[in-house]
């Protein structure tokens, strides 16, 4: 039979044990910026094709270049979304 002092938990060495919901967070917070990053690339390329291959009606041209601004404003809404959280979850680590 075993008992509940078998299953004690690994030894530290003298750390502190981590906190596993900074941890997920912070993996999750770096998994938005890639998923923003994503969608900002394919806006632009989106944009690129429209203005370099379908340049026969100034329609498509605009529609384009809306794209190309689309994508930059979204790769910078992710990134201003990525460095605000992850300063707050270094306070919340430091503090």
Sequence with gaps: MSSQSDQSSPPTNGQPAPNLALIRTDLANERTLLAYGRSGLMLVATGVSLVKFLDVSFDFVLMGW??????????????YRFTSLKQRLNAVREG
């Design 66 to 79: 809306g794209l190309i601004a689309s994508g930059a404003i979204v790769g910078s809404i992710g990134t």
